[in-house]
């Protein structure tokens, strides 16, 4: 006769971290972060590397003369935040999003042309995937007003969209932009829905009337640039070389000073000799008065002299963890600082996300070409491998279809062991196909990198919760979280 043995339990996936006095875990499952007590560790110690069953879990808590009720609620409770399980628990990653699922946004590329010659865009540099030829150079009105009205049809029952626009630089075609926010406020109005925007530019042909317009019609902005001068002109440079920080320095100013309506943000692309984190943001905060600053790494697919070797980005690494600490000093006393990088993990982690994919593309979020080609975000537009339909038919389901499910996390082997994949899941699409030739590919080389500035996110996340919840809060507000 066979004997069934009862199931045991065993530990959740989780990754435990100590801040502000105090023990956390992140549980994996669920992207949810938990406070615990020294009954929840017991719980946790007694089961680490060993598995047990119910009864003798409850006798092992309460000990010699202990309450055995307390122990069985407390185990009860365990189970069912799922801190245990009881069993072997299926591998925990978020189900896919519906087919059907509401396109939110698009990024309108309303130009391939740009006035700059940064050595290391994607989009033009020795990584492009782009193939332009003998496609239009600039998005037409006719383009753009299909872009709206597929985006509207498309985002069934959501209340508000998102245009957008981008380059080359974004406003080499101004002159659509304007015409596109007109039709775009009026058909979504007739809709019933809400619009917002946005804009990406290199600020070269700022002018004071552009100002107004996009202060006047809440265009939010990002600036990409660099940094002071030196930094700023070590790559982001004319076609003749000539660096770019003495034109956008008044027109910054004159953007920031009378752009009322949206923060004003700027966007730091990391490459080699440009990774003095801190310098950059002082001088993009305090000297130009941006409201917010981020960081990213160059997207290099091999050695370039601009990519950052790994003592490059351990110093990245060193250069965000201050700026981190200074963020946590400026939450701790009921302060906003300017450090995107944390304020989005801060964000995600508020809101418990557990994505089934690296960001919103190909899903919530496409890009639009100026041929009116569909893609999967603006990194991928006027690709031709990367198509995923027109504005003229709609979307590709079986293109998107396969995107989106080489790229969730459940597809990638490398991330099943990873306890940072509800924030993570794997990294950008586009990151892995310049890097592996493979948008569902794992960004393997980042994933070090990104566990540290998790749990470095983490720490925060736990020290606000000990001293100051309100600011958690009160953050989760401003950013529409809560």
Not at 99 to 105: I, K, S
Not at 114 to 128: M, R, S, V
Not at 173 to 196: H, M, P, S
């Amino acid at each position: 006769m066979t004997v069934m043995q009862a199931p045991a339990y065993r530990r959740a996936e989780y990754h435990g971290f100590a801040a502000g006095g105090s023990d956390f875990v992140y549980l994996v499952s669920a992207g949810a972060i938990f406070e615990i007590d020294a009954q929840v560790q017991a719980v946790l110690d007694r089961l680490d590397g060993q598995e047990l069953g119910h009864a003798a879990l409850v006798r092992e808590l309460a000990g010699e003369g202990g309450d055995l009720a307390e122990a069985e609620a407390l185990v009860r409770e365990l189970r069912a935040v799922q801190l245990i399980h009881l069993g072997a628990a299926p591998l925990s990653v978020p189900e896919a999003p519906p087919a059907d699922f509401p396109l939110q946004a698009l990024v309108l590329n309303v130009t391939n042309q740009c006035n700059l010659a940064c050595t290391y865009c994607y989009e033009f540099g020795a990584d492009k995937i782009a193939t332009p030829a003998g496609k239009p150079k600039y998005m037409t009105l006719e383009t753009a007003r299909a872009s709206v009205d597929l985006l509207i049809a498309e985002a069934a029952l959501r209340p508000s969209v998102h245009i957008t626009f981008f380059g080359g630089e974004t406003l080499m075609n101004f002159k659509l932009l304007r015409d596109v926010v007109d039709y775009a406020n009026g058909a979504t109005a007739a809709a019933g829905k809400g619009i917002t925007y946005s804009l990406t530019t290199n600020a070269t042909l700022l002018t004071p009337e552009i100002v107004t317009f996009l202060s006047d019609n809440r265009v939010g902005v990002t600036v990409s640039m660099d940094g002071p001068p030196e930094l700023q002109d070590k790559h982001r440079v004319y076609k003749n070389g000539k660096g770019s920080y003495a034109v956008i320095e008044p027109r910054l100013r004159t953007l920031i000073a009378h752009h009322r309506t949206r923060a004003v943000t700027a966007r730091v692309t990391l490459t080699e000799g440009v990774t003095d984190v801190v310098r950059i943001y002082r001088h993009l905060k305090e000297d130009l008065g941006f409201h917010e600053i981020g960081f990213a790494p160059v997207t290099t697919g091999e050695t370039r002299a601009y990519s950052i070797d790994a003592d490059g980005m351990d110093y990245v690494l060193a250069q965000f963890n201050l700026l981190a600490r200074e963020w946590l000093e400026y939450a701790l006393r009921g302060e906003m600082h300017g450090f995107t990088n944390v304020s989005e993990t801060i964000s995600e982690l508020i809101s418990g996300v557990n994505k089934s994919h690296p960001c919103g593309a190909g899903m919530g979020l496409m890009g639009v070409s100026p041929s009116g080609d569909l893609s999967p975000c603006h990194r991928f537009t006027d690709a031709d491998t990367h198509v995923m339909g027109h504005v003229s038919s709609g979307i590709d389901r079986a293109k998107q279809g396969d995107f989106l499910s080489r790229g969730h996390v459940g597809a990638k082997y490398d991330c099943q062991s990873c306890w940072a994949r509800p924030l993570c899941a794997g990294g950008c699409h586009h990151e892995a196909f310049v890097r592996y030739g493979d948008t569902g590919h794992a960004n393997l080389h980042y994933c070090d990198w990104i566990r540290q500035w998790t749990d470095t996110c983490l720490h925060i996340y736990g020290e606000l919760a000990v001293k100051n919840p309100g600011f958690l809060e009160h953050f989760a507000e401003r950013k529409g979280l809560s």
